[in-house]
């Protein structure tokens, strides 16, 4: 075979066509055929007497081929066949037996492309509409649980003031009331103390009198017997005081229940928490299904976007302030941030203007533009969070403990904030919402083994996929949103280095292998090799960074360069 010429070279770039010496974007497939054609080929398997009535279809709608399976009783034959009566796979030799005679068959190719296209669309629910839902349920059950909490906190608090105003008119009266006693003793014992006085007079009364008599009764003086007469004052009457009574008071635990406030569930029935019907799924996956059904009808085979037949350059910047570009986050503004391997995070403008600059000590993918316009970044040193806003105010949003955050992403369909960390020889990916609350960790597979070792750059898929690229298991790890391991990718040669990670509207998986100095991309539902997208070949070396934008642009960053490039690959 002669040597492909530069432009089929080119071509390989991407999935090749299925037809022998041809090396276009196989980007349409035939499903009777089972294999990848380009628009030149399809057009002429279109026209071709042999395959004009082959149902050719986009590749990522292509019906997948039936697995080999030999009948027991012919084993040189394979299973083809559905017999509806006997309700049993069958080949071609067994459908002529005796005990098949009048049944009817079905190609069981075609109930298996139907059978999947079911089971696709059941995963395709759960991936989008009943994981979603119970997630948002349960975020909901954590409001509900922050919020009982707040209220509780909060009657506490009403309980404690109010028993505290009551014990301070509990003192107030005791005062009083012991201030009362002090007056009341006061004037008694003023009273009796007058009684005293009244009783000292008395006596000395008495004792002057008792002089006088005994003055008389002298010898000498007997003669005044008869002249003086002498009378005693009768004893001064006093009274004698009541003394205060005690009246205890009267009162029960009842009765400071009722002086007290208290917290009573109301008699109401609880509401059921609305969940939400699988017709009205949010209004990205909406979209996204309507166009990829809008994309199936059309019968010219176009679809709003597919992958190109080549890779367009344009635009280049130049990015002040850093030495290499080790990732790229692109802010809906159309700005971006870069970051290189020395912790420089800076933003530019449209024009490749510096507009801010800071010193972090981040990881690879370090760094994510939120739906809100801001931009989040992590500091693995001080083990934060933090959170730039539009008017270049720098927070702290999340601590994360004891774990060392090296990657960050923030999700386009609901905000989530996912966070590659490790610790101690572990790692682990952390799930937290927009408001920064913790809500999932996915660390270990089903038989308990780690998934990660060091996720340094993670992404999102539409379906709701997570994909890291791990730079010590050369691997890129796509689990689903629940955490459930799904596949992996090791690339295409003897070694492979994955770096920078994104994916795309249409669910491709686009990673940089620092090995071969290219971007792969991924085939959207099993994670296969498609195309080398991005080669020595457009320009760039020693790939680290991507990023896609909401105009479909994909953003390189590379190595020993501060050069950002930016390509058109969908059309």
Same mark, same amino acid.
């Given at each position: ?107 069981? #190719?075609? $109930? ?8 696709? @669309?059941? %995963? *395709? &629910?759960?991936?989008?509409?009943? +994981? ?104 001064? #009457?006093? $009274? ?8 205890? @008071?009267? %009162? *029960? &635990?009842?009765?400071?229940?009722? +002086? ?312």
């Amino acid at each position: 075979m002669s040597e492909p010429s530069d432009e089929q070279a080119a071509m390989q770039h991407y999935l090749v066509c299925g037809t022998e010496d041809c090396q276009k974007n196989g980007q349409f497939y035939c499903n009777a055929c089972h294999q990848p054609l380009c628009e030149q080929c399809r057009d002429k398997h279109q026209k071709s007497p042999n395959t004009k009535n082959h149902e050719i279809v986009l590749y990522r709608h292509r019906k997948h081929q039936l697995p080999v399976e030999l009948c027991q009783d012919h084993p040189t034959r394979n299973k083809e066949l559905f017999c509806r009566e006997c309700s049993i796979p069958l080949c071609s030799k067994c459908s002529i037996m005796k005990e098949h005679i009048g049944h009817v068959f079905d190609d069981l #190719e075609e $109930i298996y492309a139907d059978i999947y296209a079911v089971w696709q @669309g059941e %995963f *395709s &629910k759960i991936q989008k509409y009943f +994981l979603p839902t119970t997630n948002d349920l349960k975020s909901d059950i954590e409001e509900d649980v922050t919020e009982i909490k707040k209220i509780m906190k909060s009657f506490r608090a009403s309980i404690k003031a109010e028993a505290e105003s009551l014990k301070n008119l509990v003192d107030e009266v005791t005062s009083e009331s012991i201030e009362n006693t002090h007056t009341m003793e006061k004037t008694l014992l003023k009273m009796l103390k007058s009684q005293e006085t009244t009783y000292d007079d008395y006596i000395t009364y008495l004792w002057k009198m008792s002089d006088e008599f005994q003055e008389y009764l002298s010898l000498t003086n007997k003669k005044l017997l008869f002249t003086k007469t002498l009378k005693i004052q009768p004893i001064p #009457e006093t $009274i004698k005081p009541v003394p205060p009574e005690f009246i205890a @008071g009267r %009162f *029960s &635990k009842n009765d400071i229940t009722k +002086l007290l406030g208290n917290v009573n569930v109301p008699n109401r029935k609880p509401e059921k928490r609305k969940i939400q019907p699988i017709e009205a799924e949010s209004a990205h996956m909406k979209s996204t299904e309507k166009q990829l059904e809008q994309s199936k009808e059309k019968s010219d085979m176009k679809q709003t976007l597919s992958l190109s037949s080549s890779v367009t350059k344009v635009r280049e910047y130049s990015v002040p302030g850093v030495n290499s570009v080790y990732h790229v986050s692109v802010e809906k503004s159309g700005r971006f941030w870069v970051s290189d391997d020395r912790g420089s995070l800076v933003q530019t403008d449209l024009q490749g203007k510096l507009l801010q600059k800071i010193q972090t000590s981040g990881g690879k993918g370090y760094h994510t533009a939120t739906q809100d316009g801001d931009l989040i970044y992590t500091d693995r040193d001080k083990k934060v969070i933090y959170r730039i806003t539009q008017d270049r105010k720098i927070t702290e949003f999340i601590k994360t403990g004891g774990w060392k955050p090296i990657s960050i992403h923030s999700s386009r369909i609901n905000g989530d904030i996912l966070v590659g960390m490790y610790k101690g020889g572990e790692a682990k990916v952390t799930r937290y919402n927009k408001a920064g609350k913790e809500i999932q960790n996915i660390q270990r597979d089903n038989q308990g083994q780690g998934l990660y070792s060091n996720p340094h750059y993670i992404t999102e898929k539409i379906n709701g996929d997570i994909c890291t690229s791990d730079i010590n298991t050369k691997k890129v790890m796509v689990v689903n949103k629940s955490g459930h391991h799904r596949l992996y990718y090791t690339g295409q040669g003897s070694e492979f280095c994955p770096f920078g990670i994104c994916t795309d509207v249409l669910g491709h998986i686009l990673v940089c292998d620092m090995a071969s100095n290219t971007v792969h991309l991924l085939e959207e539902q099993e994670g296969e090799f498609l195309a080398v997208i991005i080669s020595p070949r457009q320009g760039i070396n020693h790939p680290r960074g991507v990023c896609v934008d909401d105009e479909n642009n994909l953003y390189v960053g590379q190595y020993f360069t501060n050069t950002v490039t930016v390509y058109k690959y969908l059309q």
